[in-house]
């Protein structure tokens, strides 16, 4: 079951918005009081020796798991460490605070623990972590039955009815409130120094089609044929048999980063001068041990933070704005989309081994977690898939390893190493730039998405070197990422 969700500005009077900040941090601490419940229950799991063996025992062999797996999960409902478990929890706490907090949104709020765990047990989670204050801003329910409920143009929640803002003349949300409604959510957004509110309606099946209102057509229609991507940490190529493009993933964010960097600035200098007790005459904080670290917070530190808080939101909205822009363009362009498979998680942690340069100084240790914060290539990804998913298609990972499209040449077949400096390669004599020739190759990439349809590339490599040169002309003279190379 497909599911889409329309966001909408609530009309909220001050004494409601006081009893919505109220829920809020009640539900922040419903969250820290279960968390603190399981996580009792999970050190003494964690303790027994079957466990820790069983979890070692572990081949990531899914055959010769599944046994191993099947007395996991019996250790685990042993210690009621199971979603059930989670919400008969709740069911306790919510009667001391029935009144603001129903039944079902406190069920909303275990499940939400439980997936946590669920990221500790089966994902890279490292531990759970606690909800600060003022850090839980969003709310929901199972259904529209109870709980939070939208009826016409409110919403009606434990005593609340609250007017919701619907533009009448905007075809794609009467178009979206015809949908049926699977459940709704209230999120809070600090916005200007100031806390708006929105309701998030969540519909069953697919959103609306766009429409142009001058032609009559599709505003986002899907294209025809093979498209292929070589997605980076800041850039992506795209290589279909309509047009080649290498662009630089939401570059409108680094204004803003630059922005973020002066202001960070600034509550450095002024923790410093109102804190002078807590560093070393070196710079460097004081090690405290176990004793409590008091941080003064001058009113010129409160006003910068709440600047950062801004520059935040700006950029996570931008950033999107900009992903869902460059995914239509990109489905846009076919209906057969193909990717590396890509570990950006890898790529944020920190080098292991400490090296040297060949001027004998130590290399740095950091690798690409602030380009993959700015830039989000996961997200960007994940879009796609989302809208392909509208048209029943989906995005096609092929096999880094196996394939190795930065490696390959198709007009003699061979594989080459090439350093991650090297930006342009050579095919039968021609100069391309290598990440518009990888999209290619992936564009035509066999359905066993190991190898490449060497029929294709050559039937197709002409046009490629027209539209990949054009794009290269579209390029020069602009100042681009020292990763593009043009």
Not at 57 to 79: F, S
Not at 377 to 399: C, D, Q, T, W
Request: glycine share 4%.
């Amino acid at each position: 079951m497909a599911y889409f969700v329309l966001q909408l500005h609530l009309k909220t009077e001050i004494y409601q918005e006081h009893i919505l900040n109220k829920r809020f941090e009640i539900g922040r601490q419903i969250y820290n009081a279960i968390a603190n419940v399981t996580q009792k229950r999970y050190h003494e799991m964690i303790k027994t020796k079957r466990y820790r063996e069983l979890i070692a025992n572990l081949t990531h062999n899914e055959k010769k798991d599944k046994p191993i797996w099947k007395k996991i999960n019996e250790i685990r409902e042993e210690y009621r460490m199971t979603k059930k478990e989670f919400l008969k929890d709740v069911k306790n706490m919510q009667k001391h605070f029935k009144k603001n907090i129903d039944s079902q949104t406190a069920q909303k709020i275990a499940a939400s623990v439980w997936k946590a765990y669920e990221k500790l047990f089966y994902g890279n989670g490292e531990k759970i972590h606690y909800k600060r204050y003022g850090e839980l801003n969003s709310l929901e329910s199972n259904s529209n039955l109870q709980g939070i409920r939208f009826r016409k143009d409110r919403i009606l929640w434990n005593g609340l009815d609250i007017p919701v803002a619907i533009d009448n003349n905007n075809t794609y949300e009467q178009q979206a409130l015809q949908n049926p409604i699977a459940y709704c959510r209230i999120i809070r957004k600090y916005i200007r120094n100031k806390f708006k509110y929105y309701l998030q309606i969540v519909f069953k099946g697919n959103p609306p089609v766009k429409i142009n209102e001058k032609t009559g057509m599709s505003k986002h229609p899907i294209g025809k044929g093979d498209v292929g991507l070589d997605i980076g940490t800041s850039t992506i190529a795209i290589a279909s048999q309509t047009d080649v493009k290498i662009l630089e993933l939401a570059d409108k964010v680094q204004r803003l980063e630059n922005e973020k960097r002066v202001i960070l600035r600034k509550m450095d200098r002024s923790r410093r001068a109102m804190n002078p007790q807590n560093y070393n005459p070196d710079g460097t904080i004081k090690k405290q041990g176990n004793q409590k670290v008091i941080w003064k917070k001058s009113n010129h530190y409160l006003n910068c933070q709440n600047q950062l808080k801004e520059i935040y939101r700006k950029q996570a909205d931008v950033r999107k704005y900009q992903h869902e822009c460059l995914a239509n363009a990109i489905i846009s362009l076919g209906d057969k989309i193909c990717v590396e498979k890509m570990n950006f998680a890898g790529l944020q942690k920190r080098a292991k081994k400490t090296e040297k340069n060949t001027k004998g100084k130590f290399k740095r240790k950091k690798r690409f977690g602030k380009s993959l914060a700015n830039k989000a290539p996961a997200m960007l990804l994940e879009i796609i898939h989302r809208k392909l998913g509208y048209f029943g298609k989906e995005l096609v990972e092929i096999n880094t390893f196996e394939a190795r499209a930065s490696q390959f040449n198709h007009v003699d077949g061979t594989y080459q190493k090439k350093k991650l400096s090297q930006r342009w390669t050579t095919v039968d004599g021609i100069r391309v730039q290598r990440d518009m020739y990888s999209a290619f190759l992936i564009m035509n990439v066999n359905s066993d998405l190991k190898t490449f349809d060497i029929e294709k590339c050559h039937a197709r490599f002409e046009d490629f070197k027209m539209l990949h040169d054009r794009e290269v002309m579209r390029l020069s003279g602009h100042k681009n990422l020292s990763s593009i190379a043009i």
